[in-house]
């Protein structure tokens, strides 16, 4: 805020409203360029600016949900190669703290890896019994 003419008290008062309402525009800034990067698939950016009280838990959360949503993308990503690219069955994500809907993906890409490890080892049991000569075995996925 300007205000002419002002001095003493009340510009120290009009200086220090400005001095926080630019204080709070920073921080506004900074959260939301995180949560812009966020919603844009980019996980490389933490909220830093410095603040206290519920924008400080703010940021914590923020901060918190990047690193989780940045675990759970390099374990599923870790899953995948292994097990549908290089053939390392048994494969089995681990992220630790998530819950909810992040649990729940987890869990699927889990089970879909576990489903994927035994279908192959039923097959490939199967097949070295054929390679044997016996013939008595089947596929049972």
Request: charged share 25%; aromatic share 2%; no cysteine.
């Amino acid at each position: 805020a300007q205000v002419r003419g002002v001095a003493g008290t009340w510009k120290d008062l009009t200086d220090n409203v400005n001095a926080m309402a630019a204080n709070l525009t920073g921080q506004v800034r900074n959260i939301a360029e995180v949560t812009t990067a966020v919603a844009l698939g980019d996980l490389s950016k933490k909220i830093t600016v410095d603040v206290r009280g519920e924008i400080l838990e703010l940021k914590d959360t923020i901060n918190t949900m990047v690193d989780q949503l940045n675990s759970f993308a390099s374990e599923v990503t870790r899953v995948a190669r292994e097990v549908g690219t290089e053939g390392k069955l048994g494969g089995q994500a681990q992220v630790r703290g998530v819950a909810g809907t992040w649990k729940d993906l987890t869990d699927n890409v889990n089970s879909m890896a576990e489903n994927l490890t035994g279908q192959v080892r039923n097959i490939a049991e199967v097949t070295t019994a054929v390679a044997r000569g016996d013939l008595s075995k089947k596929i049972t996925v």
